[in-house]
């Protein structure tokens, strides 16, 4: 999903967060392979987001919320960025 946003050229910066150093390597490859810029891979945990708060226009968290172990205080952080 992160590719398309970054594709629809609709946002200006693009954060795209991870746990997994595997996950952002793989979304790393998959986005010099298509040559796609303006957007920043972050290892981090949800829980404590190293992004601005209300610096974020839009979230996207498909298929990640089984992936939170406080989901209460990971969705208040998400929304924390949120402007």
Avoid: W
């Amino acid at each position: 999903m992160t590719r398309k946003l970054v594709k629809s050229g609709k946002y200006g910066r693009i954060f795209g967060v991870d746990l997994s150093p595997t996950m952002l390597n793989e979304a790393m490859n998959r986005f010099k392979s298509e040559n796609l810029e303006n957007v920043e891979l972050i290892r981090c945990n949800v829980n404590n987001l190293p992004i601005s708060d209300q610096s974020v226009s839009a979230v996207h968290a498909g298929a990640a919320l089984h992936c939170y172990d406080q989901i209460n205080r990971a969705l208040s952080e998400i929304r924390s960025t949120e402007s």
